[in-house]
């Protein structure tokens, strides 16, 4: 998450550092978790420079830990991605996301309390998998394919799809007056959104303003040359679709039509 916001700018990740605190250290579960985060790091070609592991009792139940990080990343002031270039008629890309990502989980726990359903069941939605390992795929890293799209040259704005959905996020990249219009039939919808929404009985306004619903990012890139930089993100094995495009508005600054059928499908 912290690596897909510094790209968001233009901005390279230097290093990444963690903090890790329990009750009393699981040596076994730590060496997990730091195994991932330089997983992580690898993926977005930075460093895992140090951290800090701290022991609480007292502070933590048995098996509980505490887990917070934070990365540097560095562009020069006069490359950076700010948006203020966006314009009418721009076209919006989206790149798909792995899944819930790291959003929303308090309304994921809600509906699979209300569905009483276990966490280490079958996912309905993920032949497979337990549903604790479908809901907790690890979040997708774009830094190394947003990086070469912005080298080739086009793109304007950058939105990390995070808490927020694709209705809040979006807008704080666009300058005043501009909105986006997306259409949800333009992308495939990842079936576990398919599942909260009808399961969960979670309505299509409220699934756009807190998941990704399958955008982890969104790229505003000029008209004439989203055609090549959908072409570089394939080329870095992202699947990139166009989902919509830049529009005046004195309204409402991120719409997304076509959710019902979307989530029907999927």
Sequence with gaps: MCVNDLVVQGAEPLFFLDYFASG?????????????????????????????TAEMPGMYGDGDYDLAGFSVGAVERSQAITGQTIGDGDVVLGLASSG?????????????????L????????????????????????????????????????????????????IPRVLPDGLGVELDASGWNMPPV?????????????????????????????EAGKADAIVASFAAAGETATRIGKVVKTAGERSVVAGLDAAFAKA
């Design 193 to 221: 959104f398919g599942w909260l929404a009808r399961d969960g009985k979670v309505a299509a306004e409220e699934m756009a303003r807190t998941f990704n619903c399958g955008i982890g990012m969104v790229v505003i890139v």
């Design 24 to 52: 009393k250290l699981d040596v076994n579960a730590a060496r997990d978790v730091i195994a991932g985060i330089a997983d992580g790091c690898k993926q977005a070609g930075c460093a895992l420079v140090g951290g800090e």
């Design 100 to 116: 819930v990502h790291s959003n929303g989980f308090s309304l994921v726990r809600r509906v699979v309390a209300d569905l009483k």
């Design 118 to 169: 276990s966490y280490d069941a079958p996912a309905p939605f993920a032949p497979g998998k337990t549903l604790g390992e479908a809901l907790l795929a690890p979040t997708r890293i774009y830094v190394k394919s947003c990086l070469a799209a912005i080298k080739a040259g086009g793109v304007k704005g950058l939105a990390h799809i995070t808490g927020g959905g694709l209705i809040e996020n």
